[in-house]
């Protein structure tokens, strides 16, 4: 993952709204954040992750002053990384259509077992937005199902139904093991 320029980095005397402890609080959030969105948002996007977590980032520190005072921020960027990853394909949509190519392999430096995100790659999109929410962002399932604009029932629902085909798809059968 490619690390941000800190906010410290930030020259404050180019917005006199910026103080020390506004980039204090910022840099923090991000330290304390970064990696849990970046596992999240890997599952999401792939290898787009990186780019897309940068940029929503990069949108929260523009909006900061008033995103402090969210309880989440952390929903806030992943939200806005989402958007940006639906926006993407959107715009891909129409190039995708006449040239088939596959998605590019995660390298082996992934925070996460690539047979486990190969497992959740191939889970609906929006199975994977709540699992990702919810398993490897933590997010409660009301939480997660407001940033998705579903209710409750159906996040648990997809829940439920997500960690049943991964159970299914990566359980070893016993003549498998070892």
């Excluded at 910026?18 to 969105?37: A, I, L, N, P």
């Excluded at 929410?133 to 940033?147: G, V």
């Amino acid at each position: 993952m490619v690390d941000l320029v800190a906010p410290d980095e930030v020259n404050a005397a180019v917005d006199p709204y910026v103080d020390g402890t506004m980039v204090d609080d910022f840099e923090t959030f991000y330290r304390q954040s970064k990696d849990r969105c970046y596992r999240a948002l890997l599952v999401l996007a792939g290898n787009e992750a990186d780019d897309l977590l940068a940029e929503a980032y990069a949108r929260a520190w523009g909006r900061w002053s008033s995103l402090a005072d969210h309880p989440r921020p952390e929903a806030w960027v992943m939200r806005t990384a989402m958007n940006l990853h639906r926006d993407r394909r959107r715009r891909e949509r129409l190039a995708r259509r006449f040239r088939r190519r596959p998605d590019p392999v995660p390298g082996p430096e992934l925070p996460i077992d690539p047979t486990v995100l190969a497992a959740l790659r191939r889970l609906p999109e929006r199975q994977r937005h709540v699992v990702a929410l919810r398993i490897l962002l933590d997010l409660d399932t009301t939480e997660a199902a407001e940033l998705l604009g579903i209710s409750p029932a159906t996040a648990r629902v997809h829940l439920h139904r997500a960690l049943g085909a991964l159970r299914r798809t990566l359980t070893l059968e016993p003549e498998d093991l070892p």
